[in-house]
């Protein structure tokens, strides 16, 4: 037997007064008493999450007992694991995310990247949601988010009793020349530098003036129960006569997967690297670079040079002066 971990309840509040937004999500403790702030739909902003991890998955398959079903099927698709702590975002604008009615928080998504086909893969998941049926659809490229919350089970005489934790997934159909591109820079060894996210259906902030949404709550279409009895695990309690429809977990809006390839040259001082940053006209015309030293000493040479030139110059210019004195003095002398 599931038991869910949910300690507190929601309410939708509606605000008719309210400039902002009409109606909010509001979570309450076991005594009645609010918790945390009022939750609106997801405002325009962007998420990014960290690739720790990508694969490609291939495997190959039978399954059934008669004669005709001896054939072996073929599946791929790529799996991989994504943190909300992107280092190339501040701390101060990473996103926390936690289910409706729980404090815990979701450390971890799984991702799950398929290819398009003919809708097989699609109504295989929507058979196991009906509440939200037609969710998925394999046949066109898409991307959608699945939520569980955790869970406590008992066990019985197969399974042992266990703990599951809060979990969402991150499901994207490609075609089929996108999807091998991915596979391939995978092969490569190529690194996923990050996912963004837009909006989400089932996701939920604080109402902010900023595109950056910080905290995320999180309303999943996890159901429990069979046939009639099904609905889902968070329940809300909503006001009387209301027609709001508060969205669940489903369709993401705006996807981004993004690739890196770094460039294997690296930039360094070392006199060994030189050669890297020389032009051709320098490769084809080295240039002989002199010392400090012999640079000083050619400077003072010069200085040199010009001082006994300057000195020559003043020598002449006070000879001609000089001979005129003496001829003065000799004509005195002569006529006296």
Known sequence: MLNHELNRTIKLIEDADCSLYKWHLQEYDINGDKVGLEFITQQIGSIYLNVERLAYINGFNRHGYADDSSE??????VYGTLTPDDLRVPSWRQNTFSMFGTDREIKRFDLEIRRTDDGESGDSQNRYRPLSKGLLNSKQESCYMIGFVGHKEDGDLNIEPHEAEDS?????????????????HIKNGTKARHIRLGHVDGFYNVWTPSIHLESIKILSDDTSGYGEDERYVQQIDMPKKSDITPPRLGKVYDFDIVFEIESNILINDDKENEDVYKDDYEIDNPVKLESSTDVISSQLSQISDL???LSKLSLDALRLPLWIIAITLLLILIYK
């Open 168 to 184: 969402l997934f991150l499901r994207v159909y490609l075609n089929e020349e996108r999807f091998n591109k991915i596979v391939q």
């Open 307 to 309: 001082g006994l030139k």
């Open 72 to 77: 072996f099927h073929e599946s791929e698709h």
